[in-house]
């Protein structure tokens, strides 16, 4: 019983982890898209999860909240932060705080504070 209820375990531990890893990619796919949007450059071509949170949807269906930071520049010398928000696989929040003042990208609109 000990051993089945382990492998059941580290089973969810596996698909845990491919399932993050799958989301990770998104993430890194959409931020691309926003920075070329931007004309911004993704530094290190990569994202890295800061949070991992349990939310209610619109439809208080629970999902997964996950939160990516990044750095981009824009001209390839100076590093800026970011971070972008998914709720499952839909884009809720993006900001990058740029030299000029943080531009927020929330549904689909973007908000500049310069």
């Known amino acids: 019983m000990n051993a089945l209820l ?10 845990f982890w491919q399932e993050n890893l799958r989301y990770r ?8 898209k926003k920075c070329r949007e931007m004309n911004l450059q993704l530094l290190d071509q990569t994202v ?10 619109h439809n208080n ?24 928000v998914m709720l499952d696989q839909v884009i809720i929040h993006a900001e990058f705080d740029l ?3 943080p531009v ?9 504070y310069h």
């Open 61 to 84: 269906k629970f999902r997964v909240q996950r939160k990516y930071g990044f750095e981009v520049s824009m001209d390839g010398a100076n590093r800026f932060g970011g971070y972008i």
């Open 48 to 57: 890295a999860m800061t949070s991992l949170k349990i939310r209610k949807d």
């Open 25 to 32: 990619e998104y993430a890194i796919q959409q931020c691309r």
């Open 104 to 112: 927020i990208l929330q549904n689909n609109k973007q908000i500049s």
């Open 99 to 101: 030299p000029d003042g």
């Open 6 to 15: 382990f492998l059941m375990l580290l089973a969810l531990i596996v698909w």
